[in-house]
């Protein structure tokens, strides 16, 4: 015993011997190593055995959730990219969010990892309660990034993500496109995350909004071409499998009509649960008072005509008040040219975007801000924070905080200022 | 062989590059989400309040290697005998062991999420203890140098990370400032205190490190430089995660994800998250480098391999055990024990110059 | 191995010629034998060696060889005509005349093919020690510079030429390293890599101690940097201590064309070796351990190659990078006539069969082959770069990223700590030397790199002046 100990002392304490046992260290390291690399199965899951979910979509029903896992297959007769890459859809079902995904490994053999999925797709089911319930999930999973959009929708969300598009192979990946920034910044659409809408939902307000999705069928001359052409999505509702569980599979799918999304419209939220709907011009107006919008289009009848304005720049700025009464005072300055009028103009005035007339520009401030009034009567009357008038109540009148956070979005009044600036 | 050049094992540079690059790391992965949950959009105050407690140790430390060339344990001995400077070296090894816990656990729930797509099995973080066990074999020199490297490894992923997160931030969620009762931010400093302990961790370079004009200057602005760079963190982390952030773990991990090219180019900015990483790695190892150190030194044992291995074989036990129960150990660590990280890292540290006065007594009495 | 021509003209020609003229002198054939015997002892042997001396001064100023060095220990002797001298002994003359005539096979100068420069100079060291160090010395006309020879090898008896700048070069290095090689005890040297090898700090270490270079102007630049060079005879190669990995990522060229051009040619070596080192890694990793790493269409993308091969990810990656080994070895030992095959074996049967009998992915060999071609950019980085890519690949396919992470601290650490001959590896970056930076990945312009870097302590620092005595800087044109 007292050899071996001194053996082992030397072999890390004798002089040198580290540079003695060097050779020693690196074999065992890189014989261990070796093993860890050609067995290499410590529960490890790779590319092959992963199933790549790019969407989810909740339904609730009356005995848990249904999700549709909206999967990649990568297929190696298909072509590059991601455009060649089939998806299937498939639902599972579950007292839990969490159950009903751990189905889709029963299912199908492949284990389920998050990491790309970047759309929840929340059914009607699911917004008639607090939406947490089944989101709470995606909040506590490391694996998925809270950066992921999330949407709502009328109807099944599994029917939604089962639309057949012309758009992309892939539905999710059909609806990201309505939802980019690209749609916010020109304010076709209200994008929102997951981390954003879960922020609200934990603010003082608790009012959220999501995009509403819709699947809208294309016209006829669009549906002629469209149809020709083969979709690689097998996204649809087939075969029923155990405890009433569906999942995706080839069958049936060319007979499906395409369509498109749309993401014009907004829901909103309060305390989690769904309490309204705004419509595509009402979310327009959120749109404009709420982010910095650029090339967005605005139409707006004048006399016998109608004008389309091409909104360069819109600086929106809300500010709150509170003295005697609260009052929430929003400027809007727009700055807009004419991209189209609905009768001929004089030759200089047809120039790219000519000089907007001057009663136009008022006509259009005052109808913006009888509009903006309007949405936020809307909005008050559902209980929706409009404006993040608690917020800002928090933030920067925080001495009045605690008297006024209950009865603000009742009392608080509002003063709407729009400047439309024409610019050639 | 070539002559050592009678040079210090950390000279200034370094010690002010571990102060400004290597020790902010600690308040970047755990520290944010705690600091939220107890003092939510004020988690600047007590943040500031926990590095100024920080910036007296480092004071403190100074002080001592202007006045003395001698290392902690001469010092002592010195002073107050060998056999208390031996004591007290084993209550720093124990000090520095119980210090390793929480950066060790944070470490290898970080990793388990930023290095992995699924949960994989406690032994995937074994192989830390071998780049750990390896470090405690070195000895200050490379700890130094290992500031130096943090130059590259911590400003360049910072600065991304920033960077990409900038974007996604809503800086008013910090206002208004004072929101929260004091007693919320005195409890999060107690919370985070083993997050904002680094004060001791300079201690045993005493001796190590020698003193030069303009040092404290120095050091003075690598503080403010480290104070700098942890408050700016925090106040990015909240305006990123706003009412979310009690609940975000490993916040440097996270935070860059939402700079939209990467949706497009993929999740680049984990490699910047995995740069920062290898400077995390240093923090963690650091204590337990120390640990094995102060051992060492107090049963007189020159080589550190035996020690370091039979250490981190103790320590891998140790994490396994306690994976699963992270939340009681946490809970542990900032509700019952957070004193003994006030005692070791602040009020010892305050202390020591005491023994330097004690000495200059009895030489007057001399 | 002796130039005979040349001994025949300037040795044996003068020497018969002495020969007469001593037959014309009052000595006889009877007194020089005396001579000859007297060194067997007594008082002969003193008038023997007054007679011999005075023989040996006519010998030498009669002998028109320009290269005559006097020996009179059998040891020496015997270790110059091994050396392929002649030696000339004259009849009662007690020391031996060791004749430079050595006339060994050594091939021409020419451009070293692994250290080739676009621009700058095309000389190369060749095998031949005193031709090195003539190219040193044409390089450096100094009398400061200092060819300190040694010996070792117990049968090879290999002359290693210490050289220096004296006056430049810490005194402390030298010292050192000439005892390092005064304590040299092996068999043959049959190289400069035996050297490297026996001085080498940390015998076991996957990183160089020394640098090597195979170019005189290189060599000489880096003695003038204050390092200590070695010559050993019978190696083209040059060994330069201390050594920095900075040194593998800079190029001679790199002198030669604008410090801008310099700093892109620097930054592009070291992102190249990183992705070679870490690209194979990183790829099986995605595949294993985090996906995230590679934006979607990428991943399906990659997934759809690697679907119905047989094997896994990290099998296949190692593979892949097993054959371009195997191709690397094979094209460098193979007679260059069958180079052209092997290449089209390589590309075509290899690669492309290989993908389309469904062995391996397009993806992997992508991969696996810009790793290659990435390593090549530091030549000298190529040993130590392959075995860190072997390393990482299969810690990779064992731990993934964070994997990966532990063994790019473990390496850096390492480096940080294996000092070799008073010289940090990561130096001028850790341990920080700021003034040094300007000649580490970004190189300044020749005006700011006016004094030698620090890291080698030099005992001058000046390299450049490029302002007069009390100049300012203003007033230059």
Redesign the interface.
Known sequence: MKELLSK??AF???KN??AKNAVRYFLI?VAFLMFLFFSND??L?NIQQ?AIVMAIGIDKEEEGFSITSQIAVPSASSSQGEKGSKTVNVVTKGKTVAQALEKVNEKTGW?P?L?FC?LLVLGESATQENVFDCLEYF?RD??I???CLLAACDGKAEELLSTQTPIDASGALAIEKVLS?HAERVGASLPN?L?LF??SY??EAKSGFLPLVKAEPLSPQEQGQGGGSESSSSGQTGQSGQNGEKSGGQSGQESQPEKVFSASETTLFVDGKRIGKLSKEESFLYALVKNQLRLASYTLPYGQETYTMTIKRSSPSVKLEVGKEAKLTVELALTAGVADASQAKDLPDTADEGDFPKPLLQEASKKLEEDIRALFEKCRALGFDLFDAIDKL???E?EHFEDKKDTLLQEVGLSVKVAVRGIR | ?????KLPAV?T??LC?LIAFLFPIARFLEAPRLLASAAKGDLLIPALLSLLLQGASIAAFLFLSYKTDKTLFQLIENALGKWVAKAVYFLLTAYYLFAAVLPLLDLEKF???A???????T???A??F??SA??C???F??V???A??C??LFLLPFAGILLMSIGSGDF??L??VF?EPFKSSLKAVAVTKPHFADGALLLPLLGSYKYEKGAAKKAGVAFAVSVLFTLLFLAFFYSV????SP?E??AFAKIA??F?AL??????D??LV?LL??VY??YACLPLQLAVDCFCKAVN???K??YS?VLHIGLFVFVLFFNSRYDAVYALYSQYLYPLFFLFADLLPLLFPLLLIKKKTKAGTK | MVNKGLLGDLIARPVSSIRLKEDDSTSTPSEEKEAGQGQMGGKKRQNAGGRGEVSLKILRQNLLFPEIKEKTSLQEIVKEVLDGNALLLADGVQTGLIIGAKFLPVRTVSEPPADVAVKGPREGFIEDFKTNATLLRKRLKSPALRIDTLRAGKRSDTVIGLCYLDGICNP??RE?LQKKIEHIDVDILPDSSYVTALIAPRKHSIFKSVGTTEKPDVFAAKLAEGRVGVLVDGSPIALTLPYSLNEDFQSGEDYFVSPFMATIFRLLRVVAVLFSLFLPAFYVSTQL???????LG?TLTIAKGGQELPFSPSMETFVVLLIFETLREASIRMPKYVGTSLSIVGALVLGEAAVSAGFLSTPTIIIVALSGIGLYTAPNFVETGSILRWLYLIVAGS????????A???T???L??ADS??M?P?AP????VKHDLKDGIVKYGMEQLDERPNIY?PQNKTRLRTRQKGERRDQRL
Do not use: W
């Open positions: 082992i002392k890390f304490c004798g011997a580290h390291v410590f529960d899951i992963s284990y990892k990491v970047r909040l490391e694996y990034t809270d950066g920034n995350t981390r879960a922020a934990f603010g928090q933030k920067y925080n | 062989m070539i002559k050592d050049y000279n540079r370094q590059f990793s388990y999420a290095f992995f797509d699924t949960a994989p099995t032994f995937s973080f192989p830390f071998l780049l390896f470090l074999t070195k000895n020199k490379a130094g140098r290992s130096d490297l130059l590259f008013s969620s206002l208004p929101s995660y706003t009412t979310l609940r773990h490993y994800q939402y939209p949706a497009v180019v993929g999740r680049i984990l490699i995995y990483s290898i790695l240093f044992l020159e080589k391999g035996l291995a | 402390d290095l050192a351990f985090k996906m995230q790493l590679l934006p990428l731990l993934g990223p964070f994997g990966l992470i532990l790019a601290a473990f850096l650490y390492y940080i700590s001959f008073g940090p990561l970056f850790a341990p920080l302590r």
